[in-house]
Nanobody, 111 residues
Framework: QVHLEESGGGLVQPGGSLTLSCSAS????????LSWYRQVPGKGRQWAAT???????YYGVPARGRFTISRDNAKKTVFLQMNNLETEDTAVYLC?????WGQGTQVTVSS
């Protein structure tokens, strides 16, 4: 059974940084790309970033230039390094692969 678990969220001031982690189990991690999305209550999920099985990375508009996605296949973990955070980045951040989703981790950007 595939399980994705996000961690690393929290409260941060505008301009600050956070690194989110998503640990995976129950799948051949190396063979799949993984993505980060974010969701604000009352709004749809917004794509943030994707890393392919080959390590290629792709970023959505809100992430470009500020977020970095990476993966550690040995640890079966994908990361999202977020810099220069803005209040608009406040959301629940979720990771997904192969139609499986984690529960998410809350990121709150506030002074």
């Amino acid at each position: 059974q595939v399980h994705l678990e996000e961690s690393g969220g929290g409260l941060v001031q505008p301009g600050g940084s956070l690194t989110l982690s998503c640990s995976a189990s129950g799948l051949n991690f190396d063979a799949f790309g993984l993505s980060w999305y974010r969701q604000v209550p009352g709004k749809g999920r917004q794509w943030a970033a994707t890393i392919g099985a080959d390590g290629n990375t792709y970023y959505g508009v809100p992430a470009r230039g500020r977020f970095t996605i990476s993966r550690d296949n040995a640890k079966k973990t994908v990361f999202l390094q977020m810099n220069n955070l803005e209040t608009e980045d406040t959301a629940v951040y979720l990771c997904t692969t192969n139609n499986y989703w984690g529960q998410g981790t809350q990121v709150t950007v506030s002074s």
